[in-house]
């Protein structure tokens, strides 16, 4: 193992971004995504992070597909790989690659609102209460074991968008933190 990280990004990159700017930036070897003009990539390539794109494309299989992810990521020989705002579910052939080596940040205190629409759904279930979540990547979807966690209060009135902000301003100090813990206990 080399000691460095490996980030999966999709979208705003937001996170990506707090892990780069905290004290753990400089061990971040590489940002796979599989969307290649994505915010995350911008921020990679201002950094002077490699990036490596795998597209999901109509021709590819989702076994194949994780595959080609695996060989993207086992390049780096990474110590920890962090799923920040990546937005496909990672199969067994990608998960079983890298045992006890992924880490995925989830708006929403886990169990609670698993799933691709956390923020909406703590929102429809009248929660008054939700947040974020670190936890280690099995076969489920944001079923793996929980390493962190953080509350963060609903207020009336507010928006999926307003509330994943909220979420966020949190996760974007609890990822690079717990990141940081999980390296030194390794
Ligand atoms: C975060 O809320 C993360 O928990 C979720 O996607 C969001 C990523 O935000 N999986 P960004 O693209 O890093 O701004």
């Given at each position: 193992?080399?000691?460095?990280?490996?980030?999966?990004?999709?979208?705003?990159?937001?996170?990506?971004?707090?892990?780069?700017?905290?004290?753990?930036?400089?061990?971040?070897?590489?940002?796979?995504?599989?969307?290649?003009?994505?915010?995350?990539?911008?921020?990679?390539?201002?950094?002077?992070?490699?990036?490596?794109?795998?597209?999901?494309?109509?021709?590819?299989?989702?076994?194949?597909?994780?595959?080609?992810?695996?060989?993207?990521?086992?390049?780096?020989?990474?110590?920890l790989i962090v799923s920040a705002?990546?937005?496909?579910?990672?199969?067994?052939?990608?998960?079983?690659?890298?045992?006890n080596r992924i880490i995925n940040s989830?708006?929403?205190?886990?169990?609670?609102?698993?799933?691709?629409?956390?923020?909406?759904?703590?929102?429809?279930?009248?929660?008054?209460?939700?947040?974020?979540?670190i936890h280690f990547v099995?076969?489920?979807?944001?079923?793996g074991?929980?390493v962190a966690?953080?509350?963060?209060?609903?207020?009336?009135?507010?928006?999926?968008?307003?509330?994943?902000?909220?979420?966020?301003?949190?996760?974007?100090?609890?990822l690079?933190?717990t990141i940081?813990?999980l390296?030194?206990?390794?």
């Open positions: 193992m080399n000691g460095g990280v490996v980030v999966l990004a999709s979208g705003t990159g937001s996170l990506f971004q707090a892990i780069l700017n905290s004290d753990i930036g400089p061990l971040v070897c590489s940002l796979v995504t599989d969307v290649p003009d994505c915010g995350a990539v911008d921020f990679a390539r201002s950094a002077g992070i490699p990036v490596q794109a795998v597209p999901l494309t109509g021709g590819l299989s989702r076994d194949d597909w994780n595959r080609d992810l695996a060989t993207a990521v086992a390049q780096w020989n990474p110590a705002g990546f937005m496909r579910i990672l199969g067994p052939l990608f998960v079983d690659s890298f045992p989830h708006p929403a205190l886990l169990p609670n609102f698993p799933g691709a629409h956390a923020v909406r759904d703590a929102i429809s279930a009248g929660a008054t209460q939700t947040g974020c979540t099995d076969h489920g979807v944001d079923t074991a929980i966690q953080e509350s963060v209060d609903v207020q009336p009135g507010d928006t999926e968008e307003i509330l994943h902000e909220r979420i966020k301003v949190v996760e974007r100090v609890l690079p933190a940081k813990e390296l030194q206990s390794s």
